[in-house]
């Protein structure tokens, strides 16, 4: 099945400190891969894009993501976490077929304490 | 400003009533999409529309229904067939669906819950 997975439900990390949400993905055929961010009771709002060419690829906010296509991973990172960075952040894959939906993981809670 | 816009915010539903969530977009896209949030899964996508006048099922559009009769206007009807309509829902469009970049442009939600 064409899917992507976000293995931890949440993470914690300090102000200042580094951060890494992780996530997997499982397709037939070349990987989209996207990363979102919801904050409480809103819709949500695109972060970053792969689709091709260098596998470090920079997003809004100062969020980046390395794409490694070895490990089929597609893991959203940023130097230096900020309080306002805690939200929910989801991962999600074009699924190739009817339509070439966009499908999503479950979420990862980013929680920055001061 | 263009973007999308989704009323109610918060719907109170007895069992058994059928209610329609508003979904409005000035942006001009072709496609629109409907996803529901429950903790833990995700977003689930209900139907989706690529052009007026023409909307498919989701991975979960049993006890839903929508219409597209404008290009602006994607409403969702959650009748009293679905089991568990208690949830928050997303809607979302893209300029279209048809090689997809990904980049939708999702509405603040509907928060349903079902008393």
């Known amino acids: 099945a064409q899917s992507v997975a976000q293995p931890e439900d949440q993470v914690n990390v300090a102000e200042g400190n580094p951060l890494t949400v992780k996530c997997t993905y499982s397709?037939?055929?070349?990987?989209?891969l996207f990363w979102y961010v919801q904050y409480p009771n809103r819709g949500l709002q695109f972060l970053l894009k792969y689709i091709t060419g260098d596998n470090l690829v920079k997003g809004s906010y100062g969020f980046e993501a390395e794409f490694n296509k070895s490990q089929t991973s597609f893991h959203l990172k940023k130097p230096s976490a900020l309080v306002s960075d805690s939200a929910l952040y989801f991962c999600a894959v074009i699924k190739w077929g009817a339509g070439n939906m966009l499908t999503f993981g479950g979420g990862t809670r980013l929680m920055v304490k001061p | 400003d263009g973007g999308i816009t989704q009323s109610p915010k918060y719907l109170f539903r007895k069992e058994g009533q059928n209610v329609t969530l508003s979904c409005e977009q000035n942006?001009?896209?072709?496609?629109m999409y409907w996803y529901r949030q429950d903790p833990g899964q995700g977003l689930r996508l209900i139907y989706y529309?690529?052009?007026?006048?023409?909307?498919q099922k989701g991975d979960i559009a049993e006890g839903y229904s929508v219409s597209r009769e404008k290009k602006e206007s994607f409403p969702l009807t959650v009748t009293s067939a679905q089991k568990n309509p208690t949830a928050f829902y997303l809607c979302a469009s893209s300029i279209a669906v048809t090689g997809n970049t990904g980049e939708l442009f999702f509405g603040e939600g509907s928060r349903l819950t079902v008393l």
């Open positions: 529309s690529q052009i007026v006048n023409d909307f």
């Open positions: 397709v037939s055929g070349n990987p989209y």
């Open positions: 942006l001009n896209h072709d496609a």
